[in-house]
């Protein structure tokens, strides 16, 4: 998206498009400033819990207009992006586990 003078851009991620069931698409999270002139970004990343159950809300479904997506917890949509298996029930302690065992995420705690 171009820059446009005097305008606040806000990127919206995947939950929020699960639960307004496409109404808001998901952005690309990316800040490239080639003005070569000042500009700020500040993110804020918002998470639920990684055992909730992210879904459409039921203000966004109808006869007209069918759930696109199912239900997910963040913990199965972050084992899937690592490629990792899942058990049923237990995909907060894997991420957990992983999540401990990493160097960085050692480094921070």
């Keep these: 998206m171009p820059p446009r003078p005097n305008s606040l851009v806000?990127?919206?991620?995947?939950?929020?498009?699960?639960w307004s069931n496409g109404?808001?698409?998901?952005?690309?999270?990316?800040?490239v400033n080639e003005t070569g002139r000042e500009?700020?970004?500040l993110p804020f990343f918002y998470?639920?819990?990684?055992?909730?159950q992210?879904?459409?809300l039921p203000s966004t479904v109808s006869a007209a207009e069918p759930a696109r997506?199912?239900?997910?917890?963040?913990?199965?949509?972050l084992l899937r992006g690592l490629?990792?298996?899942e058990a049923e029930g237990e995909a907060?302690?894997?991420?957990?586990?992983?999540?401990?065992?990493?160097p960085t995420a050692r480094a921070r705690h």
């Excluded at 997506?69 to 949509?77: E, I, N, T, Y």
């Design 83 to 85: 490629g990792l298996a």
């Design 10 to 18: 806000v990127n919206l991620g995947g939950e929020l498009e699960r």
């Design 23 to 31: 109404r808001f698409k998901a952005t690309l999270h990316c800040v």
């Design 92 to 102: 907060r302690t894997a991420v957990g586990e992983y999540l401990h065992e990493r």
């Design 47 to 52: 998470e639920p819990n990684l055992d909730a």
């Design 69 to 77: 997506f199912g239900s997910v917890s963040p913990a199965q949509k």
């Design 54 to 56: 992210v879904a459409p």
């Design 39 to 41: 500009r700020f970004s």
